[in-house]
Each structure stands twice: as structure tokens, then as C-alpha cells.
């Protein structure tokens, strides 16, 4: 009997080994199957998350953030350890003490499924394998991916430590609105750091993972807070907090930024402009966009907040004035369904879902709610409605004439508010206010001009842009009309063909034929004016420029030859080939105002060829340098002190682009023009140098100045080229905005003398004739030119420049300038001409393509 159960129980026990075997055997073939072309987990160890690229000011303020995928990645010795505890308390409790995988978990969730005939499953996945299945699987749901997923769990798990395991983890988990990662996620839910964050919202933050799509914190609130619940008895039971913490922690109310307890952390960001656009756009060319967008660079911008508001001002100021000059409404074509007027929530609510600038200082987005009586009601988008409303008076309205979008035809000119808007438009207000104590008047109709333009200003140094206004505003068109817009420069194009000229052989007191000049072109006969429509006769150089006089520079650019000229532009920038035809010399051939301004740069620095730069350094993810943008060498900067009263010795090693001297009567005749020339609308308290520039009709007009530290450039017209009036010129509508933004950069950076370099000496001459005057002279026309040493211009026949040929030329002296009744002369084409006696001086012209 004892051999019968012996044998018995012998035959089972077989049978269960040869099953467990089997099984053993099975489930080793599977993983073995499974486990063949794997990903390779040890990639993670050299692992690098997509991250947020954050632009800061020079003064270290953050301006801007750019991100796929919104993530600040966070090295795991910096997470507090409540936000870790609370992830490993609802994610993975034995995280520790497991080898990648929880047997323990595993049956428990396959017990419970079994108990609750599938009506509650839960995930049994450690935090490990969830690595493995962000990092390396897909997420769908299949036996293939759990086993592939456990494989190489156990591989991660002897290639890292359980804390860099925690630190992919924490940084790459999704926690909804865009947030990836606990320290991206605290910010967007909080807007806190993560040593800030209390008990409960951390654990709020570790009860997302499980359904971050589904777990709201304002559409499932309750839900979220029972989840978030769960988590703090977890980390109380796992021994984190005590009892009494947890109860305490648990009776908080769920607060989050998008239920309005906290102030969102955009909130504290600039709106997005036209400067850090153009430094996503630069960077993302260099770096790639793959690496600007998910990088994590750090970026240090060359922006002065303070002067890129002067600028955007100053241009809007401009702009804004034009538009009302024409006097034509045009609103902003959205409005608001009717049956929202009604309630002050509906429309609020539709008036926030309109795409309207909202980064205009002190405007507002609003509705037109009702006309009544010449007056128009409105409700404003962050102001409280008053008792009596928020109306538009009768009287801002008589500016205009309602222009019909469909037709394009123009109303009346309006007698009242409802002339001009109807019920349910979607206007743009702003608060008119007394000037001498600030205090509210009424509300008034604005409107985004249609007329746009550009502005940027730089260091003529160091080539970094402190400011930089691409349009209107950004958020109604992002097109960058400082960098992208090709426009004509006209007469603002000119210097470059006087530098040319005086790198050949001419000096400031060269005498050029002002005479007219017909050219057989392959389109028809081209007959070039000046910008007053006469001719002046043999006119020295410098009065050539200051005047802007057209005729004068085509005989130049045709007696140095358009190659030259051609040259020099390509050289300094302003363009990658200019055509060498002659009206390109008057500014024809389009470029843009970023290339203008960096080249009038190198005419205040002495010819020294700077690099315009919108960035002044950029660091990777670890903080390494990537770039740099300032490659001088500072001599000094080592010593652990400097005598006292001397600054840093930097060594330049730029390239220079035009002789020095060169630079300097340039400069001198470019003063000339600001203070008898176009652009004597300038008023500022330092010497400044700059020209001003309209093409024909008036399709753009342009001012670039600069004073010995700064250089500052302006353009206005329309997207679609079309003329803006008669009464348009780069000096009356470029220069008041020049204006306006150099008051506050002089009183910021100062500004002195235009430096004189060696290898020349200075004479007297006659501004009018070009004349040499005794050293003690004196008068309104009497001026200390500079002339380069080894130069003589043989005062008694001077060099003189016709152009198209050489022929005899009375000089204006000779010729009896001093005569009333003018002076009658042979011209380089063998006509008598008379010219009047100085009816150059005193004549404005702003120059261009006529």
C-alpha cells in the first residue's frame, strides 16, 4: 500500500516538475523570443528630454520661452523630496525594492481583475517599466508590449540607478496642458517652483499620470480631487507624512491656475514681439529647429526693454498719426454674434475668442453694444461695466468716413459714433486722458493703421541691436518689416556712392556738374531729377549730399563707374549683388532696413565692419557656451584690479571696410545734412549724422541716423507698394520718429564728438562755391572740411566732375556767383546755362528715384 501511494505521489510530483519545466522552459522561450531586437535601453543613459529655449534680456529678465513640448528638465538631486515621495507613493510604492518589476503588484491586479470579473483593473506597471515604455514601446496594450516592457525594465535597472531611472521619469512624464515633466507642470498648474509646493499639490500633480487628458482641475475637479486624495493616504501610509498632516492636507480645496486661484505664469512674460521672433527665426536657421525648439538653450538677447518700448512707440505713434491723417474708418472687421449682446457674460466671452491685438500699450478690445443719439456704447474687455456704461461721444467720430469693406467705396464723413460703427462690431478703444493731471476724459475709436514700417536701432560698436520694431504690432501681423521687408532705400542708399567717390580721388570740396542728363535706357529715355525739379550747376560735394541732389549723384556714380559703386554696397552689406545701373546709385534696387542700418554702422565706428547681432551668447542645456557673439579680446579684463581711472583695453581684430578717414568726412557731410539738409528735423542735445530717403511717389520714405554710439533706422509705407501723398517725405514722417526714440537713448548711453582720426588736416572752404577761405573766416557758408594728407585739390583749378564726358565747366566764382541777376555758364555738354545766385541753399529735398 505504503509502495501503491509512494508511487502515487512520485508520479505527481513528476508531473508537476515536468509542467513547471515545461512552463519555465515556455516562458523562456517567449522572453528569448521577445527579447531579440530590442531597443537598446542603454540610450537612456545618454538621454537629453526635449526642453524649453528661454530668451533673456541683458539685464537677465526673462523675455520669452519657445517649446514643442513644454518641459524644464531638472537634474534629480534638485527635486524635493516630498514631490518624489508623492510620485512613488501613487505610482509605484516598492520602487526601491523591486528589480524593475513587482511580482507582488503583478498578481495583486490580476486577483483583483479575476475578483471583479474585469469591472476594475488596475496598471501594475512600476515606474520603471513606465521609462521604458515613454522612452523605447508604444503604448498600446498587448501581451508582446508587457513582456518587451518587463525585459528591459530588468535590463534599465542594472544600467542605472534608481534615482536616474526617477529623473527620466520625473522629467519626461505628460501632466496635461502641454506639461512635461513636474517642474514644467508646477508652474503651469501653480505657477510655482517645486520647493514651493505644499503637500497636496504635489500630490495633486502625482494623481495626473494616470489620466492627465481626462483629470482636469476645473472639468473634473472633483474627480482630480479625490485621485489627489488617494495619493496623500498613500504617502501617509507609506510612512512620508503623518496622519494629522494628511488630513490636514487633504481638506484643502483643489486650487490651479486655470480655476483663477493663481495668476498664470505667462502672465509674467512679455508679449511675444517682433525681437524675440527674429531671434526664433535666426536661431532656428543656425541651430536647427529641432534643437531651438527642444534644446533647452539659453539665450541672452542684446534687447534693451526699456528703449525697444521707446521704439515701438515711437513707430506706432507715427503710424497711427498717418492713418488718421487720411481720415478713413476701416474697424477691424470681426464682430460679435447679436444674440450675444444681451448678457455681459456672453459677450465677453465671444469677444475673448476674436483674434484682436491685445499688445498695443493702452488699448482695449471691446464691442460695440448700442448707437444712441451721435453716441456709441461699448463693453471693454477687462474693464467692469459702469453703472452709466462706457460710451463713445459723438464727437470722436468726426475724423472719419466709414469705408465699406466689400465695396471699398467711403461714406460720408460721420457726424456721430453710429456713422462709424454699427451693434456688434468689434472695435479697438483706448482711454484719452488730461494732460496735466492724467485723469480719464473718454473713451476713443482706434484702429490698426493700414500703413506699416520698421525700425531698428544697434551699437555702432559691438553690432548688438537694442531695439527692434518689425510692425505696427506683432500680434496683428508677425511679418518683420526690419528684416524681411525688400524695399527701395532711395536717396538714404546715396552714401555709399559719395564714400566710393571719396576712396577715389575726390574730396568734400570736389565740384560736380548739377546739370539734367538724358540716358537712352533698353525701356526708353530716362531723364533723372532732383526732388525740387531744377539744376544748380557746378556745386561742390559735400552741398551734393547735404541737398540730396539726384543729378549730381549719377555723375558721380557714372564717373567712379557703377561696378565701384556696386562694390562698395556689396561690401558693406546693404546687398549680395547690386546691378551696376545707374539709378540703382539713387537707390532703386530693394533690400532691407536691417542690412541700411548695420551698414551706416561702419560709417560712425570709422569703417570697421560690424556684424549686426540680435544675441549677444547662447548655452546649451549644461550651461556650456555655444556661441558667442563678441570675439575682442580683452587685454586687461584679467587683472585682479585697473588703475584708477582706466577702462579695459580690448583688442579689436575687426576687418575694416573703409579707410578712416574716409568714414569721417562722410560723416562730417552726413552731419551736414541733419542740421541744413532733410533731415533738420532732428533735435537732440549730441551731434548726430544720417540721411534721409523717399523713392518716387512717395512709396517709401526713410531716415537713418546715428551719433557716435548709436545708429537708428526708420522706414514707413504700405505692404503693397503705393504712393503716401504729396506732403510725403523720409523727413516728415521717418525723422519725428528718429526722434522720439534717440531722446531716450541719448539720455541712456550719452554721446559725444564724432571721433577725428589721424592722416588729415582741416580748411576752411565755402559750403556754396567750394571756395578756399583764410584760416580766421567766418560766416554762415564758412565750414572746417577735413582733407586726407598728400591731397592738395589745387584751389586755383579744381578738380571738377561732369560725368558722361568732359567738357569745359565755369566755376561758380568765376562765373560771377555774387551777381543778382546770376551767372551764365558752359555746361559739360556745350550748353549756356544761367544760374541763380545760391538758389541751391535753403531748398529742401529729400532725394529718391525721379
Same mark, same amino acid.
Given at each position: 500500500m505504503l509502495r501503491i501511494i509512494l508511487s502515487f505521489f512520485g508520479a505527481i510530483f513528476s508531473w508537476v516538475t515536468t509542467g513547471l519545466a515545461f512552463v519555465a522552459l515556455t516562458v523562456g522561450a517567449v522572453f528569448w523570443t521577445y527579447s531579440r531586437d530590442l531597443p537598446s535601453h542603454e540610450t537612456l543613459a545618454q538621454y537629453t528630454p526635449k526642453t524649453i529655449s528661454r530668451i533673456y534680456s541683458a539685464e537677465g529678465q526673462l523675455i520669452d520661452e519657445f517649446a514643442e513640448e513644454r518641459r524644464i528638465f531638472v537634474p534629480i538631486d534638485e527635486v524635493p523630496d516630498l514631490v518624489k515621495q508623492a510620485f512613488i507613493?501613487?505610482?509605484?510604492?516598492?520602487?526601491?525594492?523591486?528589480?524593475?518589476?513587482? $511580482?507582488?503588484?503583478?498578481?495583486? +491586479?490580476?486577483?483583483?481583475?479575476?475578483?471583479?470579473?474585469?469591472?476594475?483593473?488596475?496598471?501594475?506597471?512600476?515606474?520603471?517599466?513606465?521609462?521604458?515604455?515613454?522612452? $523605447?514601446?508604444?503604448?498600446?496594450?498587448?501581451?508582446?508590449?508587457?513582456?518587451?516592457?518587463?525585459?528591459?525594465?530588468?535590463?534599465?535597472?542594472?544600467?542605472?540607478?534608481?534615482?536616474?531611472?526617477?529623473?527620466?521619469?520625473?522629467?519626461?512624464?505628460?501632466?496635461?496642458?502641454?506639461?512635461?515633466?513636474?517642474?514644467?507642470?508646477?508652474?503651469?498648474?501653480?505657477?510655482?517652483?517645486?520647493?514651493? $509646493?505644499?503637500?497636496?499639490?504635489?500630490?495633486?500633480?502625482?494623481?495626473?499620470?494616470?489620466?492627465?487628458?481626462?483629470?482636469?482641475?476645473?472639468?473634473?475637479?472633483?474627480?482630480?480631487?479625490?485621485?489627489?486624495?488617494?495619493?496623500?493616504?498613500?504617502?501617509?501610509?507609506?510612512?512620508?507624512?503623518?496622519?494629522?498632516?494628511?488630513?490636514?492636507?487633504?481638506?484643502?480645496?483643489?486650487?490651479?491656475?486655470?480655476?483663477?486661484?493663481?495668476?498664470?505664469?505667462?502672465?509674467?512674460?512679455?508679449?511675444?514681439?517682433?525681437?524675440?521672433?527674429?531671434?526664433?527665426?535666426?536661431?532656428?536657421?543656425?541651430?536647427?529647429?529641432?534643437?531651438?525648439?527642444?534644446?533647452?538653450?539659453?539665450?541672452?538677447?542684446?534687447?534693451?526693454?526699456?528703449?525697444?518700448?521707446?521704439?515701438?512707440?515711437?513707430?506706432?505713434?507715427? $503710424?497711427?498719426?498717418?492713418?488718421?491723417?487720411?481720415?478713413?474708418?476701416?474697424?477691424?472687421?470681426?464682430?460679435?454674434?447679436?444674440?450675444?449682446?444681451?448678457?455681459?457674460?456672453?459677450?465677453?466671452?465671444?469677444?475673448?475668442?476674436?483674434? @484682436?491685438?491685445?499688445?498695443?500699450?493702452?488699448?482695449?478690445?471691446?464691442?460695440? @453694444?448700442?448707437?444712441?443719439?451721435?453716441?456709441?456704447?461699448?463693453g471693454i474687455e477687462g474693464i467692469a461695466e459702469a453703472a452709466e456704461g462706457h460710451w463713445i461721444p459723438a464727437e470722436d467720430a468726426t475724423w472719419a468716413r466709414r469705408l465699406d469693406r466689400e465695396t471699398g467705396a467711403l461714406g460720408p464723413k460721420a457726424q456721430g459714433a453710429g456713422d462709424l460703427v454699427r451693434p456688434g462690431e468689434a472695435v479697438l478703444v483706448r482711454a484719452m486722458t488730461r494732460d496735466s493731471d492724467g485723469s480719464f476724459l473718454r473713451w476713443t475709436l482706434r484702429q490698426v493703421p493700414e500703413v506699416q514700417g520698421g525700425f531698428?536701432?544697434?551699437?555702432?560698436?559691438?553690432?548688438?541691436?537694442?531695439?527692434?520694431?518689425?510692425?505696427?504690432?506683432?500680434?496683428?501681423?508677425?511679418?518683420?518689416? +526690419?528684416?524681411?521687408?525688400?524695399?527701395?532705400?532711395?536717396?538714404?542708399?546715396?552714401?555709399?556712392?559719395?564714400?566710393?567717390?571719396?576712396?577715389?580721388?575726390?574730396?568734400?570740396?570736389?565740384?560736380?556738374?548739377?546739370?539734367?542728363?538724358?540716358?537712352?535706357?533698353?525701356?526708353?529715355?530716362?531723364?533723372?531729377?532732383?526732388?525740387?525739379?531744377?539744376?544748380?550747376?557746378?556745386?561742390? @560735394?559735400?552741398?551734393?549730399?547735404?541737398?540730396?541732389?539726384?543729378?549730381?549723384?549719377?555723375?558721380?556714380?557714372?564717373?567712379?563707374?557703377?561696378?565701384?559703386?556696386?562694390?562698395?554696397?556689396?561690401?558693406?552689406?546693404?546687398?549680395?549683388?547690386?546691378?551696376?545701373?545707374?539709378?540703382?546709385?539713387?537707390?532703386?534696387?530693394?533690400?532691407?532696413?536691417?542690412?541700411?542700418?548695420?551698414?551706416?554702422?561702419?560709417?560712425?565706428?570709422?569703417?570697421?565692419?560690424?556684424?549686426?547681432?540680435?544675441?549677444?551668447?547662447?548655452?546649451?542645456?549644461?550651461?556650456?557656451?555655444?556661441?558667442?557673439?563678441?570675439?575682442?579680446?580683452?587685454?586687461?579684463?584679467?587683472?585682479?584690479?585697473?588703475p584708477a581711472g582706466q577702462a579695459p583695453v580690448i583688442e579689436t581684430n575687426r576687418e575694416r571696410v573703409m579707410d578712416a578717414v574716409t568714414a569721417y568726412q562722410l560723416t562730417s557731410m552726413l552731419e551736414g545734412a541733419v542740421l541744413r539738409g532733410s533731415g533738420k528735423g532732428v533735435n537732440l542735445p549730441v551731434p548726430i549724422a544720417g540721411k534721409t530717403g523717399t523713392t518716387n511717389d512717395a512709396k517709401d520714405v526713410w531716415f537713418i541716423g546715428y551719433s557716435s554710439n548709436i545708429v537708428a533706422g526708420c522706414y514707413l509705407g504700405f505692404d503693397q507698394p503705393r504712393s503716401l501723398g504729396a506732403n510725403a517725405f523720409g523727413g516728415t514722417l521717418c525723422v519725428p520718429v528718429f526722434n522720439a526714440f534717440m531722446q531716450a537713448a541719448v539720455a541712456e548711453y550719452g554721446g559725444t564728438a564724432f571721433k577725428v582720426p589721424p592722416g588729415g588736416y582741416f580748411a576752411k572752404i565755402d559750403r556754396v562755391t567750394g571756395r578756399r577761405l583764410a584760416a580766421d573766416a567766418t560766416g554762415p557758408n564758412v565750414i572746417s572740411e577735413y582733407f586726407r594728407e598728400g591731397t592738395d585739390p589745387q584751389w586755383g583749378a579744381p578738380q571738377v566732375v561732369s560725368g558722361f564726358g568732359s567738357g569745359p565747366v565755369v566755376l561758380p566764382w568765376e562765373a560771377g556767383a555774387d551777381s543778382r541777376a546770376g551767372a551764365s555758364i558752359t555746361t559739360s555738354t556745350g550748353e549756356r546755362r544761367v544760374i541763380p545766385k545760391r538758389s541751391d541753399f535753403g531748398t529742401m529735398s529729400s532725394g529718391g528715384l525721379y
Amino acid at each position: 500500500m505504503l509502495r501503491i501511494i509512494l508511487s502515487f505521489f512520485g508520479a505527481i510530483f513528476s508531473w508537476v516538475t515536468t509542467g513547471l519545466a515545461f512552463v519555465a522552459l515556455t516562458v523562456g522561450a517567449v522572453f528569448w523570443t521577445y527579447s531579440r531586437d530590442l531597443p537598446s535601453h542603454e540610450t537612456l543613459a545618454q538621454y537629453t528630454p526635449k526642453t524649453i529655449s528661454r530668451i533673456y534680456s541683458a539685464e537677465g529678465q526673462l523675455i520669452d520661452e519657445f517649446a514643442e513640448e513644454r518641459r524644464i528638465f531638472v537634474p534629480i538631486d534638485e527635486v524635493p523630496d516630498l514631490v518624489k515621495q508623492a510620485f512613488i507613493s501613487a505610482e509605484d510604492k516598492n520602487f526601491y525594492l523591486h528589480p524593475g518589476y513587482d $511580482l507582488r503588484g503583478m498578481v495583486g +491586479a490580476v486577483v483583483q481583475a479575476v475578483q471583479s470579473r474585469g469591472a476594475s483593473v488596475r496598471g501594475a506597471s512600476t515606474i520603471t517599466q513606465q521609462v521604458m515604455k515613454n522612452f $523605447l514601446l508604444s503604448s498600446d496594450r498587448s501581451v508582446e508590449r508587457k513582456v518587451k516592457e518587463l525585459i528591459l525594465a530588468s535590463r534599465l535597472e542594472r544600467t542605472l540607478t534608481k534615482d536616474q531611472i526617477l529623473e527620466l521619469y520625473l522629467n519626461e512624464i505628460f501632466l496635461g496642458q502641454n506639461s512635461f515633466g513636474v517642474v514644467a507642470a508646477a508652474q503651469v498648474y501653480f505657477n510655482k517652483s517645486l520647493p514651493e $509646493l505644499a503637500p497636496h499639490e504635489a500630490a495633486m500633480l502625482a494623481a495626473l499620470p494616470q489620466a492627465p487628458g481626462r483629470l482636469h482641475p476645473v472639468r473634473a475637479k472633483e474627480r482630480l480631487t479625490e485621485r489627489r486624495n488617494y495619493v496623500l493616504r498613500e504617502m501617509w501610509q507609506n510612512g512620508y507624512i503623518t496622519e494629522a498632516r494628511f488630513q490636514a492636507e487633504a481638506a484643502q480645496p483643489l486650487r490651479s491656475v486655470q480655476n483663477g486661484d493663481f495668476p498664470a505664469w505667462q502672465s509674467q512674460l512679455p508679449a511675444r514681439d517682433y525681437f524675440t521672433d527674429e531671434i526664433r527665426r535666426q536661431l532656428s536657421r543656425e541651430f536647427g529647429r529641432e534643437e531651438f525648439f527642444g534644446g533647452g538653450l539659453t539665450i541672452r538677447a542684446t534687447v534693451d526693454p526699456d528703449l525697444q518700448a521707446q521704439a515701438a512707440g515711437a513707430l506706432q505713434q507715427a $503710424l497711427e498719426e498717418y492713418d488718421r491723417g487720411r481720415g478713413i474708418w476701416r474697424g477691424t472687421g470681426e464682430a460679435v454674434p447679436p444674440e450675444a449682446l444681451a448678457a455681459e457674460a456672453a459677450w465677453r466671452a465671444a469677444l475673448w475668442e476674436l483674434r @484682436l491685438p491685445r499688445d498695443i500699450p493702452g488699448w482695449h478690445p471691446a464691442v460695440v @453694444l448700442e448707437t444712441q443719439g451721435g453716441r456709441a456704447r461699448i463693453g471693454i474687455e477687462g474693464i467692469a461695466e459702469a453703472a452709466e456704461g462706457h460710451w463713445i461721444p459723438a464727437e470722436d467720430a468726426t475724423w472719419a468716413r466709414r469705408l465699406d469693406r466689400e465695396t471699398g467705396a467711403l461714406g460720408p464723413k460721420a457726424q456721430g459714433a453710429g456713422d462709424l460703427v454699427r451693434p456688434g462690431e468689434a472695435v479697438l478703444v483706448r482711454a484719452m486722458t488730461r494732460d496735466s493731471d492724467g485723469s480719464f476724459l473718454r473713451w476713443t475709436l482706434r484702429q490698426v493703421p493700414e500703413v506699416q514700417g520698421g525700425f531698428m536701432a544697434m551699437d555702432v560698436n559691438t553690432g548688438r541691436v537694442l531695439a527692434m520694431q518689425g510692425g505696427f504690432s506683432y500680434q496683428s501681423s508677425v511679418f518683420n518689416r +526690419a528684416t524681411q521687408a525688400q524695399r527701395q532705400p532711395g536717396s538714404s542708399f546715396k552714401p555709399f556712392v559719395y564714400a566710393a567717390a571719396l576712396d577715389n580721388n575726390y574730396t568734400p570740396a570736389t565740384i560736380v556738374v548739377d546739370e539734367p542728363i538724358r540716358i537712352n535706357t533698353p525701356q526708353g529715355l530716362w531723364e533723372p531729377k532732383n526732388a525740387s525739379g531744377r539744376h544748380y550747376g557746378p556745386t561742390p @560735394l559735400r552741398t551734393g549730399i547735404e541737398q540730396s541732389r539726384n543729378l549730381m549723384t549719377i555723375r558721380i556714380a557714372d564717373d567712379i563707374g557703377m561696378e565701384r559703386v556696386a562694390e562698395y554696397a556689396e561690401n558693406f552689406g546693404v546687398y549680395d549683388r547690386l546691378a551696376p545701373f545707374l539709378a540703382n546709385a539713387l537707390g532703386a534696387q530693394e533690400t532691407t532696413l536691417f542690412k541700411m542700418v548695420a551698414a551706416y554702422a561702419m560709417f560712425a565706428n570709422g569703417g570697421e565692419r560690424v556684424e549686426p547681432t540680435l544675441v549677444d551668447r547662447v548655452q546649451d542645456r549644461r550651461g556650456r557656451t555655444v556661441y558667442r557673439h563678441d570675439q575682442r579680446e580683452c587685454r586687461t579684463c584679467g587683472a585682479q584690479a585697473l588703475p584708477a581711472g582706466q577702462a579695459p583695453v580690448i583688442e579689436t581684430n575687426r576687418e575694416r571696410v573703409m579707410d578712416a578717414v574716409t568714414a569721417y568726412q562722410l560723416t562730417s557731410m552726413l552731419e551736414g545734412a541733419v542740421l541744413r539738409g532733410s533731415g533738420k528735423g532732428v533735435n537732440l542735445p549730441v551731434p548726430i549724422a544720417g540721411k534721409t530717403g523717399t523713392t518716387n511717389d512717395a512709396k517709401d520714405v526713410w531716415f537713418i541716423g546715428y551719433s557716435s554710439n548709436i545708429v537708428a533706422g526708420c522706414y514707413l509705407g504700405f505692404d503693397q507698394p503705393r504712393s503716401l501723398g504729396a506732403n510725403a517725405f523720409g523727413g516728415t514722417l521717418c525723422v519725428p520718429v528718429f526722434n522720439a526714440f534717440m531722446q531716450a537713448a541719448v539720455a541712456e548711453y550719452g554721446g559725444t564728438a564724432f571721433k577725428v582720426p589721424p592722416g588729415g588736416y582741416f580748411a576752411k572752404i565755402d559750403r556754396v562755391t567750394g571756395r578756399r577761405l583764410a584760416a580766421d573766416a567766418t560766416g554762415p557758408n564758412v565750414i572746417s572740411e577735413y582733407f586726407r594728407e598728400g591731397t592738395d585739390p589745387q584751389w586755383g583749378a579744381p578738380q571738377v566732375v561732369s560725368g558722361f564726358g568732359s567738357g569745359p565747366v565755369v566755376l561758380p566764382w568765376e562765373a560771377g556767383a555774387d551777381s543778382r541777376a546770376g551767372a551764365s555758364i558752359t555746361t559739360s555738354t556745350g550748353e549756356r546755362r544761367v544760374i541763380p545766385k545760391r538758389s541751391d541753399f535753403g531748398t529742401m529735398s529729400s532725394g529718391g528715384l525721379y
